[in-house]
């Protein structure tokens, strides 16, 4: 416990930037003086045990039971980490109401986009967008299309997750710009990488003049898309769903690249 607290004011010495960000502002100063106290008294383990860590700490350290009282004030922190993350999702999914679960969802502002590109945050995100109603969604929308081009997170090996949860639980008007975005980078969104979840996801729940649009952008594509197996599966994928005179229309697009066939037959999507 001791080397942790330790480690802690470490950080936030060398990394202020970064680090103190991550702790609430009423506990930095405690850990501050704790840590300076631990000092003063190396090796004297009866010292050690004497001081403890603030309130919801533990929680911060995998102590806590998981309860919102435990991750309260520390959500973004732990949500960056294996069993934190694990503790902030149990909260979330345990909390007595939708009241208790915004109080913890609020405290992920403005760390939406870079919580998506994280293997442990990215989860957490997800957990929001599946137990809170949609209403409550919107900044998550909004901070994942602020900044760098919307495809940079669509496919990121985790943020792609995020995005495919919006489209498939947000209301269609909520995630109406996001769609509009990402079929305007539809070529940059379809070249190999993770870029071929999101389009499947689309593909199954996009809807109305959008949904004619991805339709014959995918069309037009079919000669690119062919050329390697991201872009097999996102055929694959668009012959599976939609309407059957769509389907049968994008099946005579890839009949007619006769080019590309034998690269379909050879790779483990285009035989299929």
């Known amino acids: 416990m001791a080397f942790a607290l330790q480690a802690l004011r470490r950080r936030v010495q060398d990394y202020p930037d970064k680090w103190a960000t991550y702790i609430p502002t009423r506990f930095q100063k405690d850990v501050e003086a704790r840590a300076r106290e631990l000092d003063r008294i190396p090796g004297d383990s009866r010292g050690v ?16 039971s998981g309860g919102a009282s435990d991750v309260t004030g520390w959500v973004s922190t732990l949500s960056q980490e294996a069993q ?15 009241k208790e679960r915004r109080a913890l969802f609020q405290e992920l502002h403005g760390h939406i ?14 957990k929001c967008i599946v137990v809170l109603p949609p209403g409550s969604l919107q900044f998550i929308v909004a ?10 997170v669509a496919r990121h090996k985790y943020g792609c997750r995020i995005v495919q949860s919006l489209v498939e639980h947000c209301l269609p008007e909520q995630v109406h710009d996001l769609v509009s975005h990402l079929l305007d980078e539809f070529s940059e969104l379809t070249k190999p990488g993770f870029g071929r979840f999101v389009v499947e996801k689309l593909l199954r729940h996009v809807t109305g003049q959008q949904r004619v ?12 898309l062919a050329c390697h197996q ?14 059957l005179a769509d389907r049968c ?18 790779t483990k999507y285009g035989s299929s």
């Open 249 to 266: 229309r994008l099946a005579e697009f890839i009949l007619e690249a006769s080019d590309q066939i034998a690269f379909l037959v050879d």
């Open 84 to 98: 934190g993350c694990r503790q902030v999702q149990q909260a979330l999914t345990e909390a007595r109401d939708d």
């Open 49 to 64: 045990a004497s001081i403890a860590l603030p309130a919801t700490a533990p929680g911060m350290l995998g102590g806590g």
């Open 143 to 152: 901070e994942i299309m602020d900044g760098v081009k919307l495809t940079t």
């Open 230 to 243: 991201s872009g097999c599966a996102i055929l694959g994928a668009a012959l599976e769903c939609g309407d």
């Open 213 to 224: 649009r991805l339709t014959e952008l995918i069309e037009q594509s079919v000669p690119d």
């Open 113 to 126: 986009r870079r919580l998506s590109r994280c293997q442990h945050g990215n989860h957490v995100i997800q």
